[in-house]
């Protein structure tokens, strides 16, 4: 497990990013991502679990960097959850 912190371009929240990754094959990987936001003092997941699924990566690094910028686009999108 993985994670890393986010702050979306049009708030000033800062967001906290678990991901799971999971190799299926060679150059195959499978991530799922959950996101969390601290809250008068308790951490509160925020919408459903993401499952990113066939991410084309040589190692776990390369999996997770491309992991990151698709959860970004997702939230800066509005696609996983509204802000």
Known sequence: MFSF???????SRVLEVEIDPLQRGPGTWDVNCKIYEQS????????????????????EQECLDEAEIRIADEIENDRWFKL
């Open 40 to 59: 008068e003092g308790r951490r509160l997941l925020l919408g459903p679990t993401l499952a990113l699924r066939d991410i084309p990566a040589e190692s």
């Open 5 to 11: 912190q986010y702050c979306p371009n049009r708030t």
